[in-house]
């Protein structure tokens, strides 16, 4: 057959990927479209695992761990819990989207056939820099963030800590 | 390795299903889960430009991607109470009934 | 010190296979092994369990079944297994039969990073503590997932607490996590079981235990570790007075099993995480000699430390749930962020090494000798107001009588 071997081979990196895409593109789109809110949350989780495993494949392992941890363990429970606690609203009959649907789906579709074809005709690197040790890459974060970055953290420290009252404040019943 | 438009075009198009959820859905926790998944695609898109770019051992990737995260765990939390104070007052957390300022 | 992995690889390539393949087959044995382990283990400690909370109970437990009882739990295996799996009529087929399977996948997982002797681990992360900890979220996703798809108000409330419960306790248990992996700079487990050796003239007594400079760190993870793990005194989850056991209450057969499985081989894994934390991991006399040496003390530590928690689920009476929450939250919490604070601290003096572990360690002793006096303090008000609110006497001149209620 001609031309099967200059086509090139995928390596182990890109099959991965492709799979943790799948993954990744199936749970966004549960998300989206499905009807069923419990069943979005689900889609939600997987579209965070699926972005762990992207990390993962970049090579941060401390902001893939710390991807799970916070958004599945934290902002995906608080979500579920939310719609627990307001599951009144979700086996009404009334449709899952409003009266912008149309024009909204039109829009995102075609946002994404722009970027897509802007992204694919510009030639981007292929091949990223060699990491140094991957323990030294955390400590280093850590030391950015207390040099570099200070003012930065201490205001997300500070803006958490004011959502955390906030909320508090907000969702007490009186 | 993978090519670093892969990975772009990964996070356009989980960008792009965050934008329609937000937008389209009636229900404010399906639209925050959308909102949820267009940071998503930015975190993607912010750690693979650190990966491939010059500067690797700077971290400012990771380090905004950290951010991120920080700032979307505290809009979940505000975003979620609001929903629930609305519930108890409203007994409805459709965006479409939520018209009090409409005049 | 050789990783098991180069190893295996050596020996398969030393056999004619390609490099590649050498690896492959290396780690698929090595996975196949942890995935065997883990079940046969579960049946052990169920075993384990009914044995010792039978002593405790003055009972004599199974013993009908083989040796001392040791295949009753085999044969329950094979009963549950046989069971028949019952689907309720409007749980929500998808979560209802993830569930299991996620809460299962999530213990496991954590045999990845387990050091079980020198050289002897899976795979040895950079974040090994910190992934740890992110399994733990995957107990309280599939915890929540079987409470909601069950469609019943009971599993649904066992739900709630749920979250309550192991998101209030996760923030003590991840701190105290942090003292240890602060000291060592390190979030590798093998570095971190590696760092707890002593030697004595050039000896490896292997007695270099962090338990021993941190005692409240210690204390603080393995109460909470308690909490997690849904043991008593902190089983309000499923409490089968009120809850009928909790958020696996409608799963039957097979499915109930995985529950099972996964509630005991957690209980265990809480158990191995504080012993590589806090009870030095594989160290002990002579694990320098004969590596292998250390599996046993390993698995012997973390099954001491099982037993101990068994003992405590014979001898401790269920917390109330705002007893529960008030002392993750005021007492463990506080406590915790001020040891990192007096850590952090000593560990910057400009004093030796051996001073600063003076220091932290008395820190620890402060910390445990305050926690203690307050918690008296509030028990003996507690015992009076209880004595004045249940003694006849007190109560004449303060009687009313009983307002109508509306409804």
Known sequence: MPGLDALPLPTVQQVIFVMIAGATVTGALITALAPNLFHNALGLVLTFFGVAGVYVLLEAEFLAVAQVLIYVGAIATLITFAIMLTRGMMFGRTSSTNRQMLPVAIISVLLFLVLMGLLIHINWPQVGAQLGDSEQMIADIGELFVTTYLVPFELMALMLLVALAGAILLARDN | MVPLNWYLVLAAFVFCTGLYASLARRNAIAALMGIELMLNAVNINLVAFWRYGEHVERMEGQIFALFVIAIAAAEVAVGLALVISVYRSRRTVNLDELDLLQG | ?407
Do not use: C
């Not at chain 3, 995935?35 to 400690?45: D, E, H, R, S, V």
């Not at chain 3, 694990?287 to 014979?314: E, N, R, S, T």
């Not at chain 3, 109330?320 to 962020?337: E, H, S, Y």
């Open chain 3, 1 to 407: 010190m050789q990783y098991w992995g180069t190893t295996l690889t050596d020996f398969f390539t030393g056999l004619g296979l390609p490099h590649a393949a050498a690896v492959a087959i290396a780690f698929i044995l090595g996975a196949t092994v942890l995935a065997i382990f883990a079940p046969t283990l579960a049946l052990g400690l169920i075993w384990i369990t009914r044995k010792v909370i039978s002593r405790i109970q003055d009972r004599i437990g199974p013993n009908r079944l083989g040796p001392y009882g040791l295949f009753q739990t085999v044969a329950d295996a094979a009963k549950l297994l046989t069971k028949e799996d019952i689907n309720p009529a409007n749980a929500d087929a998808v979560a209802y039969n993830l569930a299991p399977v996620l809460s299962v996948f999530g213990v496991i997982m954590s045999l990845a990073v387990m050091s079980f002797a020198p050289g002897i681990i899976g795979a040895d992360l950079s974040v090994g503590v910190l992934y740890l900890v992110a399994l733990g979220s995957l107990g309280i996703l599939a915890a929540l997932m079987a409470g909601w798809s069950s469609n019943n108000k009971y599993a649904l409330l066992a739900g709630f607490r749920v979250i309550a419960q192991l998101l209030s306790y996760e923030i003590p248990m991840v701190l105290a996590m942090l003292l240890p992996v602060l000291l060592v700079g390190s979030m590798r487990l093998g570095t971190l079981s590696a760092f707890q050796s002593l030697e004595i003239a050039g000896f490896n007594i292997g007695l270099g235990w962090l338990v021993f400079m941190m005692p409240a760190a210690f204390l603080i993870y393995f109460i909470s570790a308690l909490a997690e793990g849904e043991q008593t005194p902190f089983d309000l989850l499923e409490a089968e007075s009120e809850l009928i056991a909790g958020f696996h209450i409608e799963y039957s057969g097979m499915k109930f099993a995985m529950f099972f499985l996964a509630q005991f081989l957690n209980s265990f894994f809480l158990g191995a995480i504080a012993v590589m934390l806090f009870l030095g991991g594989y160290q002990g006399p002579f694990v320098d000699q004969l590596p292998l040496l250390g599996v046993v003390y390993f698995l012997g530590k973390a099954m001491f430390v099982y037993v101990v928690i068994q003992w405590i689920k014979g001898t401790f009476p269920r917390v109330r749930i705002d007893q529960m929450m008030g002392f993750a939250w005021k007492v463990l919490t506080p406590a915790v962020l001020g040891l990192i604070l007096w850590q952090m601290v000593a560990m910057k003096l400009p004093v030796s090494i051996w001073v600063q572990y003076g220091l932290i360690l008395a820190g620890n002793l402060g910390a445990l000798a305050i926690i203690v006096l307050l918690l008296q303090r509030h028990l003996v008000r507690e015992e009076i107001r209880t004595k004045r609110a249940f003694e006849p006497k007190s109560l004449i001149g303060t009687m009313r009588p009983v307002q109508p209620s509306g409804d």
